[in-house]
């Protein structure tokens, strides 16, 4: 079964940082850009960064542009959201997705993670 | 990098049918074919409904189709059933000089009365 499972969320203070994990099994991880997409409380999803196979590529939305990274261990199947700077505004599920059955669109996501920011 | 606009709630009956606008610029809606719809159930990831404007995907049921007009895209969802009740997103890939990304909809809240 294709799957992506997050990990790493929690409760952290504006100004702290967060890693966050994407698991992905049941494909060839490794042939595959991987993006993670949020979602505030009662809110909508927005796009926040993408990564290429090899981890060479990288781009971020403006709103995380550098705060976030994005990174992959492929021999570990996984993929990484480092969050730096946290705001407020940064609480959302963290979901990571990827576009798999060359559907040119974001096919398979995971459940998500949460992440808090509040003093 | 703003959202894609849609209405807030979009509500029929059972057996009718219901269209929900997507409005981007023309940096994106209107420029790339790569228009995706998502269904959102309380609690649950997205799941993806329509992709490259109005191509289902595999196990999604015909009744659900997407089309485009300039920076416009919509989602029509015939034969309102009550499974239907859930949030939808449009997304779109969209591309200033050669920064890429994509940008989701403020989504609709789709209620089967």
């Known amino acids: 079964e294709v799957q992506l499972v997050e990990s790493g969320g929690g409760l952290v203070q504006p100004g702290g940082s967060l890693r966050l994990s994407c698991a992905a099994s049941?494909?060839?991880?490794?042939?595959?850009?991987m993006h993670w997409v949020r979602q505030a409380p009662g809110k909508g999803l927005v796009w926040v960064s993408r990564?290429?196979?090899?981890?060479?590529?990288?781009s971020y939305a403006d709103s995380v542009k550098g705060r976030f990274t994005i990174s992959r261990d492929n021999a570990k199947n996984t993929v990484y959201l480092q969050l730096n700077s946290l705001r407020v505004e940064d609480t959302a599920v963290y979901h990571c997705?990827?576009?798999?059955?060359?559907?040119?669109?974001?096919?398979?996501w995971g459940q998500g993670t949460m992440v808090t920011v509040s003093s | 990098q703003s959202a894609l606009t849609q209405p807030a709630s979009v509500s029929g009956s059972p057996g009718q049918s219901i269209t929900i606008s997507c409005t981007g610029t023309?940096?994106?809606?209107?420029?790339?074919?790569?228009v995706s719809w998502y269904q959102q159930h309380p609690g649950k990831a997205p799941k993806l409904m329509i992709y490259?404007?109005?191509k289902r995907p595999s196990g999604v049921s015909n009744r659900f189709s997407g089309s485009k007009s300039g920076n416009t895209a919509s989602l029509t969802i015939s034969g309102l059933q009550a499974e239907d009740e859930a949030d939808y997103y449009c997304?779109?890939?969209?591309?200033?000089?050669?920064?890429?990304?994509?940008?989701f909809g403020t989504g609709t809240k789709v209620t089967v009365l």
């Open positions: 990564i290429d196979t090899d981890g060479s590529t990288t």
């Open positions: 049941g494909f060839t991880f490794r042939r595959y850009w």
């Open positions: 490259e404007v109005s």
């Open positions: 023309s940096s994106d809606i209107g420029n790339y074919n790569l």
């Open positions: 997705a990827t576009i798999y059955d060359a559907t040119t669109a974001f096919d398979i």
């Open positions: 997304c779109s890939y969209a591309g200033i000089n050669t920064f890429a990304y994509y940008v």
